[in-house]
C-alpha cells in the first residue's frame, strides 16, 4: 500500500467517474507476453495468426520502435485492437518512457481509443512509486473521460538500479500494479554492469572447482552461474508480497533457443509466472516452460490425495509430505487449472493422469 494514500481511501477511484480499482489482481494466464512492432507491417500482419497461440499480445511503442516511427507505431496499434478479435488473449501495450516526448500522446491517444480492450499498460524505466502515481492519476483522468468500465492495469519494468532498490514500494504504489518484469538490457547499462547482452548468462561469471592437491595441474571444472539470480528473486519476493505477478524479460539471442528455455524455466521455478517473447519461435518455448509438466502435476495430485484434510504427515516414495508440501502441490494443482481452462490441449494432457489411490 502506498505511503501516502490512507487505506481507506487506497482502492477509490483517483478520478470522479473513473471505474473503481480491482481489489484483487486477476490470476490471468500470461506464459508469453509477445512483443510485436505495429508500425512493422510484417509484424502487425501476423498479429492475427498469433492472437490463438498467445496468452498475451503486447504492442510495444518503446524502445526497439525508431523515433521516426513512434506515431506509426501507437496509430498501427489502434487500428490492430480495433479490428482483431483478441478472444482469451490480452491484449497489452508497452508505452514510451515517462521522461520522453511521447508517451502523453501514447496514453492521451491510447486510452480514449482502445481503453476498452486494453488489458495492462506496461511502463518502462519505473524509478519508484511516484512513476506509478503520476501513470496512475492520468489513467483515472483519461477513463472517467472514456466511460470506461473496468481500470487498465499497470505493470512496470524493473531496469534501473533505483527501481531495483524500489521495487517493494513500486509494487504497492497503486492498486492497479499487475506485475512487473525484469528488463536486463537496461538494467545492466544503468548499473555499469560489463555485460552486452539482452538477458541470459555470461560465460566469465561463474565459480571454479578448488584445485585437487594430488593433481594440482588437473582441468578445475567452472559452472557458469546466473547473472540475474538476485534480481529476480528480490522481484519475486516485491511481488508476492503485494499479491501481483512478476515475469522474466527478453532474451535477446533468438537463435540460442536452449539457452533462451533455460532463463525461462529458471524464472519460472523461482516464481516467475511468465516471460516475453520477441519473436514467433520464442512462444512456443515460454508456453512450454510455464505450464507445470505432466509429471509435476501428476505427483502433486498425488500429494493432494494422500493428504487428506491437508493436515499431519505421510510418507510417499520414500519423502515426507506434510501442510507444507501440499501447499506447494496445490499451487501446481491452480496454475495447471487456470491454463487448462484456456489451452484445450494442456488440458487433455491434465486431464489422462491417473492418480493411484495410496
Ligand atoms: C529480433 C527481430 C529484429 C528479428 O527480426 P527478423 O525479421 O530479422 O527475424 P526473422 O526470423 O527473419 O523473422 C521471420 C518472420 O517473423 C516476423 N517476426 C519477427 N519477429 C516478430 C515478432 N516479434 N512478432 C511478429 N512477427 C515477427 C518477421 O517480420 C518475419 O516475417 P516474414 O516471414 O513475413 O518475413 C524481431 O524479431 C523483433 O524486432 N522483435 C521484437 C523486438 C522487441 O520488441 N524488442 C524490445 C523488447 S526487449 C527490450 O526492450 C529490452 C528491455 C526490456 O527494455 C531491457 O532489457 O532494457
Ligand atoms: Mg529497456
Known sequence: MSG????????????????SPLTEIPARPSRAIHFFDPSNPKMAAKVPDLVSTVDVLLGNLEDAVKADNKLAAREGLVQIAQDTDFGPTQLWTRINSLDSPWVLDDLTTLVPAIGHKLDVIMVPKVQGAEDIHYVDRLLAQLEAKADLERPILVHAILETARGVANVEEICGASPRMQGISLGPADLAADRRMKTTRVGGGHPGYLVRQDPNPDQPAAVRQTYQQDLWHYTIARMVDACAMHGIYPYY?????IADVTACEDQFRNAFLLGCVGTWSLHPKQIEIANRVFSPSVEDIAHARRVVAAMGDGTGAVMLDGKMEDDASLKQCLVMVELAEQLAAIDPALKAQYDAIEVPSE
Open 249 to 253: 524479460g527478453p532474451f535477446g539471442d
Open 4 to 19: 501516502s494514500r490512507s487505506a481507506k481511501d487506497f482502492f477509490r477511484p483517483l478520478a470522479v467517474g473513473a471505474p
